[in-house]
């Protein structure tokens, strides 16, 4: 591992182009802030990018020069510098006022809605609310429908629960944030997805390989970060109200409101119904699980001189019932019936500090959670309780100059949780103190964040974790990215696997539970041009990882066996995505995605089951000149995967099969009216379930779902919104 590092660090010769970067702060006449999202243009080039979460920003030069730099931000006054030959490669620092304070001047910056960030150091597709609204995007299991990166994949066909994927593995090697809070982990990993409605998602992060040692060691595979509405930003009311063919009904809304000078509030509200009970391939079983289920969050947010501060708190109950028919919540009538019910309430604070320059800070984030999971399949039960804590602790600084950036800081984490599957009993309690370290160097054309962690587990002992992060201009539309790195986790292989359950094959318990510890390595190009006279990329990534050791679930020959294999299994994958917009306002994105997935499965390195070693992905999306109308339609392709050997059945891989989506929104003033459909080629899995009419016998099985259960879906919705007045 140490000689990929060493290679990622080796770089080109240095040529120089010119550019510019900078911080940009807002001043409300209370305190000054880095603004997040403020837009950067050239007015000449007509090319622009948006500022990071800490408001800063890089953008290449044209050749010809000077040229007018307009910089703008919602609720503050633009600002313009011009930009000449001499202030190539200048760091400028630039405020800009708050509208109450100035007289009001706007500037109009159309954003892409999916885009990969060329600010950022990592490979990070940002994908905005405009992007969520293209699909119907009830829930975050939804909110991928338009992307090719995150695969969301039906773990069974009686519980209706969803999992994600990246780069071909599992959603538990992804490690999930809200706002750089760790979040959806634990017995949340398994249904916490369909818990948070897309409608409250400001914006989506999606890296590819190992994250910041900041954030974590769980980032294996990836990192997914949910950026919820901001209460000094967001709509004063905003409703989504949803119904489809199905039987499905959803509400969700959300209000900003400005309390005091300082402080300012959100309140988030979801509830979901699925009232109709559909055996619409008569084998006796629901294709979709009913019940219901209610989501609140409330945020606040303090903004003050010499601090900011983040807190809220989230809470979720839900209750579900698939398996046959005739089965009911109550328990009374006989039958196969798969029940689960989920609890959970979190509080969440983020509080900076700033110092006397504002290159200084000083974070502290933590999290506090209680979960309780209960699920029936059939006479099989699952029990899980988890209590945890988290704390992070983050100093921000430079050395000398905004070239040289540092962060250092230490976290604990406390996990008490309790899985029961049978007579299989995964139980324990961790405490998981560490600390960490990373530099960041911003040059010319080079920049680079190395960082290191060191963590031990009260439980399994100590874990060293360095990761390095590379990008590299080649031009000035030309990007390369490298990245290796180390990420760990803890198991939970029951909860992580309770779909499995939806079977009658025994669980052979593993023999002792050990740490999960893999190696992740690979890059990314993205290249612009210009296309038809208008701007178009391609960009092309690939990502190796794997495992020094890894908890591998057997699933061949009729049993479920769990097994400790070491640098057995790895993960190799391939995409390559085209976005090109031939005409203003339309645009066409194509991908291809490659998936190597092996390990030891029966004694003999091969495939891992359900992963299509193929993937093809096309989206169009087309919006009018007068923005009244959206047009937006997805067809992804999957190829053949591999299913476990059985002896009750012959079928040893998956299909090919297509999914289309589609949907055509119109708006005015205050509302959206949208209308779509899924999976309109109607294409369905035959026989999802085997023998089904047998559900308490040796043969019955729900757990090779590989494509959708049930056929076409079409839906209607309506959002409604009052913007805030401007001061």
Sequence with gaps: MKYSIILILILAPFLVFG??????????????????????????????????????????????????????????????????????????????????????????????????????????????????????CCNLSESFETNASVDVNMTDAVSGAKKIQMMGLEGIYTQMQFENIPYLRGLESSFGLETIPGSWIESIQITKGTGNVVNGYESMAGLINLEFHKPEEMD????????????????????????????????????????????????????????????????????????????????????????????????????????LQNQHIDFYTKTGFFGKK???????????????????????????????????????????????????????????ITQLVDSIDNSRIENIPGVFGEYTFTGSRLTSVLGVRYDYHLLFGQQFVPRAHLKYKISPRTDLRLTSGKGWRVPNYLVDNVSLLANSFAWVNSPEIKPEVS?????????????????????????????????????????????????????????AELSI??????????????????????GVIQNKVMIPKHRGFMNIAYQTRNKRWDFDATLSVFGKARLAASSNSNNLSSEVFPKLNAQITYRTKKWEYYLGGENLTNYRQENPIIEPENPFGSKFDATRAWGPVIGYNLYFGIRFAIQKKKS
């Design 19 to 136: 550019q510019v970067s900078g911080l940009i702060q807002g001043q409300n006449g209370a305190s000054l802030k880095p603004l997040y999202g403020a837009k950067v243009k050239l007015l000449g080039a007509k090319d622009g990018v948006i500022s990071g979460e800490d408001g800063q920003f890089e953008l290449v030069l044209p050749k010809k020069l000077p040229d007018t730099l307009v910089i703008s931000s919602r609720g503050y006054l633009s600002d313009t510098v011009k930009v000449t030959k001499e202030d190539r490669f200048t760091a400028f620092n630039i405020v800009l006022y708050a509208e109450h304070l100035l007289p009001e001047v706007l500037v109009d910056f159309r954003r892409k809605t999916s885009s990969i960030s060329r600010l950022k150091v990592l490979h990070v597709e940002e994908l905005t609310s405009s992007e969520l609204r293209k699909a119907a």
């Design 358 to 416: 504002p290159s200084q800070s000083f974070g502290v984030v933590s999290n506090w959670k209680y979960q309780k999971l209960n699920g029936y399949f059939g006479n099989r039960n699952f029990y899980g309780v988890e209590r945890r804590g988290y704390l992070n602790l983050i100093y921000d600084d430079i050395i000398k100059t905004t070239d040289h950036k540092v962060k250092i800081g230490a976290s604990y984490t406390y996990i008490d």
């Design 581 to 602: 917009e031939p005409v203003e306002n339309l645009t066409l994105r194509a991908a291809y995605k490659y998936l190597d997935v092996k390990a030891q499965y029966d």
């Design 236 to 339: 004063r009311v905003f409703v989504n109200a949803y119904q489809n063919r199905l039987g499905r009904s959803e509400l969700s809304f959300h209000s900003g409101l400005k309390v005091s000078e300082k402080w300012s509030t959100g309140i988030f509200g979801f509830a979901t119904s699925q009232w109709n009970s559909l055996d619409e391939n008569q084998d006796g079983f629901r294709d979709l699980p009913i019940g219901k289920g209610f989501a609140f969050n409330n945020r606040w947010n303090y903004e003050g001189e010499n601090m900011e501060a983040k807190l809220g708190m989230n809470a979720h109950l839900d209750e579900k019932l698939g398996g046959q028919i005739n089965t009911s919540f109550d328990g009374q009538t006989e039958g196969y019936g798969v029940l």
């Design 519 to 575: 190696w992740n390595a690979g890059g990314s190009l993205f290249q612009e041009f210009q296309l038809f006279e208008n701007d178009a990329s391609i960009t092309v990534d690939y990502y190796r990882t794997w495992f020094e050791n890894q908890l591998v679930v057997d699933r061949e020959n009729d049993i479920i066996s769990f097994q400790n294999q070491e640098n057995e299994s790895f993960s190799n994958s391939l995409q």
